[in-house]
């Protein structure tokens, strides 16, 4: 069963403007990290940002920052001030901490920044 | 600055063939996996390994063997290359603490099945 849903598969949005993009996982595990990588057009990818299940507080990093609503088991990417260079495609993660787990990723976000 | 490094980068191969993908990591951690990116699927883990010698199985392991010869070092393996397994392969490294987890990519290695 998927572990990590993105339920929009494509985003487009203008230069400047603000997006957030949806994350809903499954977990019966306390402590877990949540994490968002994008995906460059080069092929790279990147990480972003991490949440931890037993931090409550607002993670933010440069222009991103998250949304973490634990009760309802979702995460959102908030990205402001858009660029074009912001165009890739973005991946939530997952990592159950119990058990010698791995990260497990949903199947991704493709933005469109338009000049 | 933490490294990952994949070889090859492209491979093409016939349907019975066999591959190797292989990474290294000069990151010092003891986690790698091994991923495959599809289109509508996101990455799916294929295997992963939390030190020298061990192997955990992933997700979708059918059709791949994998080792972890070092600490550095962790190789995919598909003997008998079907045109399914056509897709970019990631690999990566992370390891567990207080104030760190993100796993840190290789650039990738797409493998097409002829």
Same mark, same amino acid.
């Given at each position: 069963a998927q572990k990590v849903i993105q339920v929009w598969s494509t985003a487009s949005r203008q230069e400047g403007e603000e997006l957030t993009l949806d994350c809903s996982y499954e977990t019966s595990q306390v402590l877990y990290h949540l994490f968002w990588y994008k995906h460059l057009l080069s092929g790279e990818m990147v990480f972003l940002i991490r949440q931890m299940s037993s931090s409550t507080a607002k993670e933010r990093s440069g222009r991103y920052s998250v949304v973490f609503q634990k009760s309802l088991k979702s995460i959102s990417l908030v990205i402001s001030?858009?660029?074009? +260079? +912001?165009?890739g495609k973005y991946f939530c993660a997952l990592w159950e901490l119990e058990n010698n787990n791995a990260p497990r990723f949903g199947a991704g976000t493709k933005l469109t920044v338009k000049p | 600055e933490a490294a990952v490094t994949q070889s090859p980068r492209n491979k093409v191969t016939v349907t019975g063939g066999n591959v190797t993908l292989s990474c290294r990591q000069t990151? $010092?951690?003891n986690y790698m996996y091994w991923y495959r990116q599809d289109t509508g699927h996101g990455l799916r883990l294929i295997h992963y390994s939390y030190g020298a010698g061990n192997l955990q199985i992933g997700d979708v392991p059918d059709g791949y063997k994998a080792t972890r010869?070092?600490? !550095?070092d962790f190789f995919l393996l598909? !003997?008998?290359? $079907?045109? $399914?397994?056509t897709s970019l392969y990631f690999c990566a490294s992370s390891d567990l603490g207080a104030n760190y987890a993100e796993q840190f990519f290789g650039p990738g290695t797409r493998l097409t099945v002829l």
């Open positions: 001030a858009l660029q074009p +260079d +912001d165009s | 990151n $010092s951690h010869t070092t600490q !550095e598909l !003997e008998l290359a $079907s045109p $399914s397994q």
